[in-house]
């Protein structure tokens, strides 16, 4: 099993929708959750962490966690083109320090 | 956020040469940075970890001879890959830790190598 699952998509929503994106992880040491967009040819850039169980939000963006079920994810409100991406959840894993371990990533194509 | 800066963005070497990408944070210090590499339509492949002032610890399959990280100052870390061959090209990105609470991690912009 991997340590962090993302469904690897293309997700397809419409232009004004909301984007859904999901990630599992398999160890409940987790303390840390990140999720990073990344469009193609550049560098990861970060959205939002979350450390909390529960929902954080930021503009158009909410993360929830769930560490029972050990699921966090991004909402993404009002899709824009411009969220067109790659999104990729990050896990910080307690007996890996202070290192990440990334998800594969979810394509997002948000369409006009 | 906090920034963090890569250098070169692009580079193109000749088969057998050597070549050093730079990461630095701009505004903090980073006692750790890490070193990714990214094949086309993949993910990140954490490489190393960079621990200032000690030997940089590897991921199980990178070789420690080939791909040489110094991290001589709180905001600098190199990469040098040695003798490179077309099947190092790829995009090297480098990540540095704010070291606050959060421990939020931020990446550079990354940097292309294509080996000739």
């Known amino acids: 099993q991997k340590e962090v699952e993302q469904n690897s998509g293309p997700l397809s929503v419409p232009e004004g929708a909301i984007a859904s994106l999901n990630c599992t992880y398999s160890d409940r040491g987790s303390q840390s959750f990140f999720w990073y967009r990344q469009y193609s040819g550049k560098s990861p850039e970060l959205i939002m962490f979350i450390y909390s169980n529960g929902d954080k939000e930021d503009g158009r963006f909410t993360a929830q966690l769930n560490k029972a079920s050990q699921y966090v994810s991004l909402l993404i409100r009002d899709s824009q083109p411009s969220d067109s991406a790659t999104y990729l959840c990050a896990v910080k894993v307690d007996k890996y320090g202070n290192k990440l371990v990334f998800g594969a990533g979810t394509i997002l194509r948000v369409k006009s | 956020g906090a920034v963090v800066s890569q250098h070169p963005s692009r580079v193109i070497c000749k088969s057998g040469t050597s070549v050093k990408i730079e990461c630095r944070s701009l505004?903090?210090?980073?006692?750790?940075m890490f070193w990714y590499r990214q094949f086309p339509k993949q993910s990140l492949m954490l490489m190393a970890t960079?621990?200032?002032?000690?030997?940089?610890?590897?991921e199980q399959g990178v070789e420690k001879d080939k791909f040489l990280i110094n991290h001589a100052s709180l905001t600098l870390s190199t990469l040098t890959v040695t003798s490179a061959h077309p099947e190092d090209s790829s995009f090297y990105i480098c990540?540095?830790?704010?070291?606050?609470?959060?421990?939020?991690?931020?990446f550079g912009e990354g940097s292309w190598l294509t080996v000739v």
């Open positions: 960079s621990n200032e002032g000690s030997k940089a610890t590897y």
């Open positions: 990540s540095a830790s704010t070291g606050n609470s959060g421990n939020t991690i931020y």
């Open positions: 505004d903090f210090q980073a006692t750790t």
